[in-house]
């Protein structure tokens, strides 16, 4: 019997994936479970053309994504902070400044967990920190850190 599976199903599939299964399965655990719908041509229909409208979402967000990585790219942000005798500095600059500092430029849509900031930066120097906009859109913005 083919069923259209609604939700992930370990060994068997992902949602809107059509998958071929035992009678008594499907009748069994997967149809009372609301896991999965018997396949018949209405529900396959449904189930591209919902597909579709997801994809073209999709692409509708990396297109987003995309301009703006193009506004992005040439963004450079400075941060003037105090720096004891050895050079070390007082605090460090961490994502939520970041984000800040972009928020002021004009860039609101880009919040702190969007930036992959690993560790706060605790030295003087150039960074180029990389943006999480969408899947496969990594711009970078250069971070300089100078002393105040």
């Not at 105090?82 to 605090?91: H, N, P, Q, S, Y």
């Not at 984000?99 to 900031?117: C, D, P, S, T």
């Not at 920190?129 to 899947?135: E, F, G, I, M, Q």
Request: aromatic residues 6%; positive net charge; hydrophobic residues 50%.
């Amino acid at each position: 019997m083919e069923v259209i599976l609604r939700a992930a199903v370990d060994n068997l599939g992902e949602p809107g994936e059509i998958v071929k299964v035992s009678t008594v399965f499907a009748f069994i655990f997967l149809l009372p479970r609301a896991v999965a719908s018997s396949a018949t041509p209405g529900n396959r229909k449904r189930i591209a053309q919902e597909r579709a409208r997801l994809e073209a979402a999709e692409q509708a967000r990396r297109a987003a994504a995309q301009a703006i990585a193009a506004k992005l790219e040439p963004v450079q942000l400075t941060f003037s902070v105090r720096v004891g005798d050895e050079g070390k500095l007082f605090g460090s600059v961490t994502s939520a400044d970041i984000a800040n500092q972009l928020h002021a430029q004009g860039f609101g849509e880009i919040e702190k967990r969007m930036i992959e900031l690993h560790e706060p930066i605790k030295a003087l120097g150039v960074y180029k920190v990389p943006v999480r906009l969408h899947a496969g859109v990594h711009p970078e913005i250069k971070v300089w850190v100078i002393k105040a």
